[in-house]
């Protein structure tokens, strides 16, 4: 028995050939044409000219429903005839499985369990998860990708081989238009009806199927059709031929924002590496994830997403340039999802980086540390640009080896190759500054004495830096001198500062108080003593000089002449000198006279 799945045309209406009710119909048997209706004045609705699909995919085998819930295997490939319709009435050992489920894309709401558990596929309003919608237009052709997958789940060693599947259906006997022409099933666009147009899928591969509706020539109404899912191994030649070809590795990814890439690599190749650049990842302005790389440990289908950010994520702490000495640019994440799931690692992960040219030439990065006015960050150097990656065990951040890939007027492309971390940043060296140690000595000067301040500088970063340090004396500035610090040293300054008035000064560097420094007035002069002048003994009047009587005659006189005075009177200091002198000399002559004569 082959399996089987249902094929309705709905109307708006409700109503459907051979089933006035609405429901679906078994087998298409019994038609009754709605009636078409127009509107009138009065009237608030009118039938639309739109159809409406309803696919069940109840494969059936025996009267057994094999597609219990979404994904469950159906069993029953084997090697009989070298084909054989899906089901488990086969009596020999299955030697792989099929599994039909929903898309996780945004089509996949066509598709969907319904209360038997069976996967039903409608178009149309009696699809629980579509709000609103009623169908296709008539006269229109629709095609709709990936509404459900088709995964071949080779569980067991033997199952080495791969698998070609593909899908038929047959015309309506009661539709006056074949179903071949109305709906064809597809993969990545193309149609997959018939063995000659099947789809091969290698063990633990997905495949993605749509449907494509041409709804031309076709009445709104319902159309009941079967169609079976085949399964087939290729024949030993077959085999042979297909040792010279590979499978072929297909990418679906979309880019719902900027800042997102996400989709499914089918078919990577186990020990080979999968290259992906379906999207430029945003991460900030002018910095993308332009493609990753990676290799699997066995052949199979993966599920990526990747996303930028030019903030830390959430639960991830950000890049501490105190911790690196790099300042970040942005962040991004890359998650991998191998359908096989922990039976393929994913491993040899490599990352590529384009910072563009503007932003090279202004980062708007602000220098990191704890001075107060550091220096910007000039232009960009590629050479100090790196990846690193976030360590969850030791809540820290790892630095990459990164290499400059190519360099063009654009900008500039980097590759780093990574084991695997949650979060990746995008950092740049940069200098972190911080004020290491203040003196002030002496603490007590005099006015216009200067006080020597001395400042300790460290750079903690990848990068050197300049800083503008300001000194400040009770609020006032007193100097902002320019410091430059080299990468990962350390540089001492001095300023020698004189005040010209007596006080105490607190001083400061960069709001940091060093210390107190205290200005002492000079001393007060006193004016020095005087000594006072001895006091002279007034010398003895001398009598005047006898004026002698004049003659009868008086003398002539030729000329006038000055008369020159002499002063009169004894000198005291003589006069004692003349005594004492006599005193001695006559005290000595009586000594002499006494003298014993022999």
Not at 463 to 473: S, W
Request: glycine share 10%; charged share 25%; with cysteine.
């Amino acid at each position: 028995m082959q399996p089987e799945a249902v094929f309705a045309l709905r109307t708006p209406g409700g109503g459907c050939w051979g089933n006035p009710g609405g429901g679906p119909i078994d087998g298409g048997a019994g038609r009754r044409r709605p009636t078409r209706r127009t509107r009138t004045r009065g009237q608030k609705y009118q039938t639309m000219d739109r159809t409406q699909f309803l696919l069940l995919a109840a494969v059936l085998a025996s009267g057994l429903v094999i597609v219990a819930t979404a994904g469950a295997p159906i069993d029953g490939l084997t090697f009989e005839d070298g084909i054989d319709v899906i089901g488990p009435d086969d009596e020999v050992d299955a030697t792989g499985h099929l599994e039909l489920e929903p898309h996780d894309g945004p089509n996949g709401k066509y598709a969907y369990l319904n209360e038997d558990d069976e996967i039903e596929i409608a178009i149309g309003a009696s699809n629980p998860n579509i709000d609103g919608e009623r169908g296709v237009n008539v006269e229109a052709g629709t095609t709709i990708h990936d509404v459900f997958t088709v995964t071949y789940n080779a569980s067991t060693i033997q199952n080495e081989t791969p698998v070609k599947v593909w899908i038929e259906h047959g015309d309506d006997p009661d539709t006056d238009v074949a179903e071949s022409e109305i709906l064809t099933f597809t993969s990545d666009g193309d149609p997959i009806e018939g063995e000659n147009a099947n789809l091969t899928l290698e063990p633990n591969e997905t495949a993605s199927i749509g449907l494509s509706v041409d709804s031309t020539g076709v009445e709104p109404g319902l159309v009941a059709s079967n169609f079976t899912i085949y399964a087939k191994f290729p024949t030993e030649t077959e085999m042979e031929e297909k040792t010279v070809t590979t499978t072929r590795t297909r990418f679906a990814f979309s880019s719902p924002e900027p800042n997102v890439c996400e989709g499914t690599v089918y078919n990577a190749m186990g020990g080979e590496e999968t290259r992906i650049d379906a999207c430029s990842v945003k991460i900030a302005d002018g910095v993308t994830l332009e493609s990753v790389s990676f290799t699997m440990t066995f052949d199979d289908t993966v599920d990526v997403r990747l996303e930028g950010s030019p903030i830390p994520f959430s639960d991830r702490s950000a890049l501490d340039p105190t911790e690196t000495g790099a300042a970040p640019l942005g962040y991004f994440t890359a998650e991998y999802e191998p359908r096989v799931g922990d039976a393929t690692e994913v491993t040899d992960r490599s990352y590529d980086v384009f910072v563009s040219s503007e932003r090279l030439a202004t980062p708007g990065i602000e220098t990191p540390g704890t001075v107060r006015d550091p220096g910007p960050i000039a232009e960009l150097d590629p050479e100090s640009i790196r990846l690193y990656g976030f360590d969850p065990a030791n809540e820290s951040w790892t630095p990459l080896e990164t290499e400059v890939v190519e360099t063009t007027d654009e900008g500039v492309l980097l590759r780093t190759d990574s084991d695997g971390f949650p979060v990746y940043a995008v950092g740049v060296d940069a200098p972190v500054l911080r004020v290491e140690e203040t003196t002030l000595e002496p603490s007590t000067v005099a006015v216009d004495e200067p006080t020597t301040i001395t400042v300790t500088l460290a750079n903690d970063g990848l990068a050197g830096g300049d800083v503008q340090l300001t000194l400040e004396a009770n609020g006032t500035v007193i100097a902002t001198p320019t410091v430059t610090v080299p990468a990962g040293e350390w540089t001492t300054v001095t300023f020698d500062h004189p005040f010209d008035e007596p006080g105490v000064y607190e001083i400061t560097v960069d709001g940091e108080v060093v210390g107190n420094v205290t200005v002492e007035a000079p001393p007060t002069e006193e004016p020095p003593e005087t000594e006072e002048p001895p006091a002279e003994t007034p010398a003895p009047e001398e009598p005047p000089a006898e004026t002698p009587e004049p003659e009868d005659t008086p003398a002539e006189i030729d000329e006038p002449f000055d008369w020159i005075e002499e002063p009169a009177g004894l000198d005291l200091e003589r006069t004692v000198g003349l005594v004492l002198f006599l005193a001695i000399v006559l005290a000595t002559t009586y000594l002499v006279r006494r003298m014993p004569r022999r």
